[in-house]
Each structure stands twice: as structure tokens, then as C-alpha cells.
């Protein structure tokens, strides 16, 4: 009976570590530093986030803005996150793009997900905005500003509300995937400017 209990006992203590450590990650990728923002806010009213988020590249603003340009090509900067993405349409300044990521705060029925999202460009304002055209788990609408800063280099402002269309994940996973969301779009136009390394490949089998 005791050698029952014992079992019993380590099983339940590995099952709290498990879940604490989850806690801890899901935390980190809600809260936790991210050397892609400068600054940060992200905050909820009723079912719809309204994040901000302030990133420097080292670079200049026009590089960084074409990077932007072409949100097709993340699949080729991010192929540890993201698994396809295709022009569905083109019309010169707007462009419909389908993207297949997976999210890797998010828990298993969720981690893949499929979003076709409409990009504006406004080449003159250095301004892009986007909104999503289908995807399941929220309405998104989002703003790129791009500024140049007096070093040469450039600052992007984003904005975005997400209008939640599902209640089935807790809000520190909504949270953690918009940052992580975003993190994944700047570190993909970093990789694109040369100004961070591409993932490893991974060894075939």
C-alpha cells in the first residue's frame, strides 16, 4: 500500500511540475522580455484586444518597409513557425495572402492555424494595414507605421484589435499568440534585412 501511495504521490508531483512549467511558459510569452519591442501595450475590453507595440530596426526606413511588403515571403524568414504562405490576390498596392502557422503557446487543436488576411500598402505614408478576411479564432485589424529615426535606422509603430470570435482559450494564451504573432513578423523582416540569422535547417528524418 505504501509503495501505492509513493507511486501515486510521484505521479501527482509530476503532474504539478508539468503544469507549473506550462504556467511559466505561457506567462513568459504573454509578459516575459522580447528583444524584437521597444515598447508594449496590450490590454482587453470586452471580447476585443487592443495591442501596441514599438520595435527599432537597424536599418533604413526604406529597407524596412519593403520588407513589409511582402508578407508571402515569411514562410521563407520564419519556417519554424510558419509552414505556407501564398498571394491568393494581387492589385498592385492591396494583396490577399494566406498563411498555415503554427503558434506555439497555444494548445494542441489550436497550434496550427489558417488566417487569409488583406494588406494595404500606402507607399507615400509609409503605412501598411492589414485585416483578416477569414480566420476562425478572431477579427484582426492592424497598422504599420514606419518612421525614420535620426541615426538612420527605423521605428515601427503597430497597432492592432482582435475581436475574439471564440471564449475557448484562457486570456493569457489570447495574449501570449497576438505577441507572439507579432514577434515572429519582425523577427522574419529582421532575418529579410540580414540583420538576424536564419533558423537552422533541420536534418532530414
Known amino acids: 500500500m505504501k509503495a501505492i501511495l509513493a507511486i501515486v504521490g510521484i505521479v501527482l508531483l509530476a503532474v ?43 536599418a533604413p526606413l526604406d529597407k524596412v518597409f519593403d520588407a513589409f511588403q511582402h ?24 494583396k490577399v495572402v494566406e498563411v498555415i502557422g503554427t503558434l506555439d503557446i497555444l494548445p494542441p487543436g489550436f497550434k496550427v492555424q489558417d488566417l487569409v488576411t488583406e494588406y494595404t500598402v500606402y507607399p507615400d505614408e509609409h503605412r501598411i494595414t492589414s485585416h483578416t478576411i477569414d ?25 492592432q484589435t482582435s475581436k475574439q470570435k471564440q471564449q475557448a482559450l484562457v486570456e493569457a494564451l489570447q495574449k501570449g499568440a497576438i505577441r507572439e504573432t507579432y514577434i515572429t513578423q519582425v523577427r522574419a523582416a529582421n532575418r529579410a534585412l540580414g540583420l538576424a540569422p536564419m533558423p537552422e535547417k533541420r536534418a532530414a528524418g
Open 16 to 58: 504539478v511540475a508539468w503544469v507549473f512549467v506550462k504556467y511559466r511558459a505561457i506567462q513568459q510569452a504573454a509578459t516575459g522580455p522580447a528583444k524584437e519591442i521597444v515598447s508594449e501595450s496590450l490590454e482587453k475590453t470586452g471580447d476585443t484586444w487592443h495591442a501596441k507595440f514599438v520595435s527599432k530596426f537597424d
Open 135 to 159: 480566420f476562425k479564432l478572431a477579427d484582426i485589424n492592424s497598422e504599420y507605421k514606419f518612421e525614420p529615426t535620426a541615426d538612420g535606422k527605423t521605428l515601427l509603430t503597430f497597432t
Open 71 to 94: 508578407p508571402e515571403r515569411i514562410a521563407e524568414f520564419a519556417p519554424e513557425n510558419v509552414m505556407k504562405a501564398e498571394v491568393k490576390e494581387d492589385k498592385g498596392s492591396t
